[in-house]
């Protein structure tokens, strides 16, 4: 059984995983915690079932507001803690379900269900992280809870963090919730979370080991948590899968880019959550339009101009494209470029051959999706462990550039978005990160192979599983 939480990052690798364990012949069912807090539709999970008809699915009844120990009603309910209480109290319901089934060997949980690895303690069954995103982010929540510092990370701003076996990390590119101040609730949790990851005795990991091997091997070694027991990694990804839906606007788009000579289009989107407020909005249409060059971009309602990054996990509308970008801006950029409200197939997007460059918002999905298809990235992170990726693929995998401005007032301005698009799709540094990705790509590919890396990985992880199921027969 597989345990994850109703939102689409963490739910679409899930599900990939399932997938790929029921193509070895092994039953699955995806367990999916329903927490109010997710905001996620729970349409999603029946698509899901339908699409993929070898892995069972089964939504757990939400948690009652006293089981989750706040109130979700509340609107100054800090909404991480109350997210990790509703996943932490949706336990009882994942306890009974597996109680009612004939026999489950093993779970593996979504590392955000962390809580629920006391769960399966208490049921006796083999359980196993998985985290859905890259090596080096896990290596740093292992090795957080024990860092000693005279200060808050906060307080340190872009001073350079040395984790283990992880690029330099200025401070301020940790998760928002890190740079609080160490006596509020939401560190303190926190704190607590990556606690409780540091018990599981195996973790998969959404990576391969060509990518992140420092990481990796940091982990393998036990550096992050010196003296405790160091937990056994499989490294089995990249797992990537199309999204199915929205057949008509996915036909609508790769018709389009059918028509674009190869590597001239630039993509942006920034992911299934993200949104910008309307201001950005203008000044990426701006930028987009002095490049010149082919531009697909995907558009989500805008958030509020003093939104939090809370807010921008907020599921997004479709954009209302006349009124949000500049006058006149479709009709100039007509042929050149096209601008969807709301969604676009990204992974049959990124593999088109047309697709010349990627910016995106960093999460870690997608990074594996530009990798997989060898598109060379334009981070714009916009919140959770994405700036931390960004430092990852800029600076130790060499396999994008920055978008500056992101953290100054919050607005990217049109001459920056102008400048890093021209700099990926004409100069010099932007040939020799396309060749990057192209080994890169490479080397994904041969990890999924018969005798790869992540094979041999996920191969010995159901290794595992069947030793266990032997001994408990």
Known sequence: MLYTWMVRGHLHPMTQLADHIANHGVAVTVAVADVPSSGESRETVARLSAYYPSVSFQLLPPPAPARSGADTADPDADPFITLLADLRATNAALTAFVRSLPSVEALVIDFFCAYGLDAAAELGVPAYLFFVSCASALASYLHIPVMRSAVSFGQMGRSLLRIPGVHPIPASDLPEVLLLDRDKDQYKATIAFFEQLAKAKSVLVNTFEWLEPRAVKAIRDGIP????????????????GEERGGEEEKQECLRWLDAQPPRSVVFLCFG?????????????????????????WAVRAPVAADADSTKRLEGRGEAALESLLPEGFLDRTRGRGLVLPSWAPQVE??????TGAFVTHCGWNSTLEAVTAGVPMVCWPMYAEQRMN??????EMKLGVVMD???????VKAEELEAKVRLVME????????EGMALAKQMATRAMEIGGSSTASFTDFLGGLKI??????
């Open 390 to 395: 960004k430092v990852f693929v800029v600076e």
């Open 427 to 434: 100069s010099e540094q932007g040939k020799q990160i396309r």
């Open 405 to 411: 401005g992101y953290d100054d007032d919050g607005v």
């Open 468 to 473: 266990a199921m032997d001994k408990d027969n």
């Open 225 to 240: 948590r010196p003296g405790e027991p160091a937990p056994r990694l499989f490294c089995v990804g990249p797992l990537v």
């Open 272 to 296: 299934s959550a993200s949104s910008v407020p309307a201001e950005q909005l203008k000044e990426i249409a701006v930028g987009l339009e002095r490049s010149k060059h082919s531009f697909l």
């Open 349 to 354: 997007v990124l593999r088109h051959p047309a």
